[in-house]
């Protein structure tokens, strides 16, 4: 790869050598790679074409997940969320045992894979909330308790935040129709102090839907009570904490 040390900034393609802004400036680089037409046709391309055709479900099958928790990607992710869903994805389609390889499909991989997906690496629910949740997954529902606790002794302290609140969301997903619906139940805003709360139950229904799977994850999201009693949502996805904890 050139870089361009003139001072003539060029941009576009002359011949074989395309000239381009990088990061660090103008570059050029030449051409080349194998045609469109190669790569669609020739027989010795055939491994790549089902990669691509996989790799392609699987990225539709991450972009369905972040879309359905489109609640939970708005305050709680970071910079590796995309990279990291789409990972995962890519497992659930591998591991399709009926298709063969080129048509795996997600719906049929293992969905399982996704279970404990932490939405943010940096913060997650292990090292924010010490104390363990009570996960209760019945045919009917999913229920998530929160044991009593102390929220300044149990919470992880985040900077200018005065409350916090807990949500149970599910997002329900047609993979084949393309379609999702999502739901969401919460605590409503607690105050962080030195008070010992009772025990908090979030429960939401298993909607009997075809071809739908559904998901639960947990979140808490820091708040910051403003001094016209007005709720602040610290919209720093960096510090909210969620996690898949039930695939159905």
Do not use: W
């Not at 040390?5 to 400036?25: A, P």
């Not at 046709?41 to 089902?50: A, G, I, L, S």
């Not at 919470?155 to 997903?173: G, K, N, Q």
């Not at 403003?226 to 695939?247: E, F, R, S, W």
């Amino acid at each position: 790869m050139a870089r361009q040390s003139s001072f003539l900034k060029l941009e576009g393609t002359i011949g074989d050598v395309t000239f381009y802004k990088g990061r660090n400036g103008f570059k050029a680089r030449q051409k080349g790679g194998v045609s469109k037409n190669k790569l669609l046709n020739d027989p010795r391309f055939q491994r790549t074409r089902e990669n691509m055709q996989e790799f392609s479900r699987a990225a539709n099958a991450a972009k369905f997940l972040k879309d359905a928790f489109r609640e939970i990607v708005l305050k709680s992710s970071d910079g590796s969320l995309h990279n990291r869903l789409y990972s995962v994805a890519m497992k659930v389609v591998k591991s399709d045992i009926v298709g063969n390889r080129g048509e795996r499909t997600f719906e049929m991989g293992d969905l399982q894979i996704l279970k404990n997906f932490q939405f943010c690496n940096q913060s997650t629910i292990e090292n924010t909330l010490f104390k363990e949740p009570i996960l209760l997954d019945d045919p009917n529902q999913v229920s998530i308790t929160i044991p009593s606790l102390i929220p300044r002794k149990y919470l992880r302290t985040v900077e200018r935040t005065t409350h916090y609140r807990f949500s149970l969301i599910r997002a329900s997903i047609n993979f084949l129709d393309k379609g999702y619906t999502s739901e969401l139940v919460s605590s409503g805003e607690l105050p962080i102090n030195d008070q010992t709360t009772t025990d908090l139950v979030l429960s939401l229904p298993k909607p009997v839907l075809p071809n739908t799977h559904h998901f639960f994850a947990l979140t808490l999201e820091y708040l910051q009570e403003l001094a016209n009693g007005t709720m602040y949502d610290l919209y720093d996805l960096t510090q909210n904490p969620a996690k898949i904890l039930v695939v159905s």
